[in-house]
């Protein structure tokens, strides 16, 4: 059974700092992995994607990494700013569901 | 691109009564479905959709319904609405499910409320 897990549940960090997030998932037999990101009361972002037979994707400040043979990915968010303040999901294919990980709730202070 | 839009934003209901929630994407997208969001139980799936015709139950389907006429349009129907089906409803598209072209978008979602 697929178990995705998100550390930390929360996040605060002064601006300017650089982060990373960290997403674990229990069956590396995935297409790919998928960050995402919420705002309060707000739909879901697509941030990254990274198949699985990339190593990392990046967009802007933002950079993913997925090692599926030891169920880990990272998302590295580079110079903060209190605009990145947000909860953030990963999630991975579960047939013609996904799963998502609980969220980093990310506040980053000015 | 429009991407995924839902329709309405917020809405309140009284126990018993039904309801449409319309959810639409411009992207050619075949895969489409709906997930609800509740603190704590995170995004649970509801219904889906492989292409216009051909829709699926989730992992939660009670008390709801769906159909695919189109390529474009995914509805989700409450039948008789229950306090339990208070939640955040998203619904979400993508190319495929497959291995490849399978990126997830979602809409901003709408809020619903049962009495």
């Known amino acids: 059974k697929q178990e995705v897990t998100q550390i930390p549940a929360a996040l605060s960090v002064p601006e300017g700092e650089n982060l990373v997030l960290n997403c674990s998932f229990t069956?590396?037999?995935?297409?790919?992995l998928q960050w995402f990101r919420q705002d309060p009361g707000k739909g879901l972002t697509s941030l990254l994607l990274?198949?699985?037979?990339?190593r990392e994707q990046t967009s802007g400040r933002l950079n993913a990494s997925l090692d599926k043979s030891s169920g880990r990915s990272t998302l590295y968010i580079a110079a903060s700013q209190p605009g990145d303040s947000a909860t953030y999901l990963c999630?991975?294919?579960?047939?013609?569901?996904?799963?998502f990980g609980a969220g980093t709730r990310l506040t980053v202070k000015p | 691109n429009a991407g995924v839009t839902q329709t309405p934003k917020f809405q309140v209901l009284k126990t018993g009564q039904s309801m449409t929630l319309q959810c639409a994407q411009d992207?050619?997208?075949?895969?489409m479905s709906w997930y609800r969001q509740d603190p704590g139980m995170g995004l649970r799936l509801i219904h889906y959709?492989?292409?216009?015709?051909?829709?699926d139950q989730g992992e939660v389907p009670n008390g709801y319904n769906v159909s695919r006429s189109t390529t474009e349009d995914f509805p989700l129907r409450l039948l008789s609405a229950a306090p339990s089906q208070t939640s955040v409803y998203f619904c979400?598209?993508?190319?495929?499910?497959?291995?490849?072209?399978?990126?997830?978008?979602f809409g901003p979602g709408t809020r619903l409320t049962v009495l």
């Open positions: 979400a598209s993508s190319y495929s499910k497959g291995e490849y072209d399978n990126e997830q978008f």
């Open positions: 069956d590396s037999a995935i297409y790919n």
């Open positions: 990274i198949q699985s037979s990339q």
């Open positions: 999630a991975v294919p579960l047939g013609n569901d996904m799963r």
């Open positions: 992207m050619n997208h075949e895969y």
């Open positions: 959709s492989v292409g216009a015709g051909i829709t």
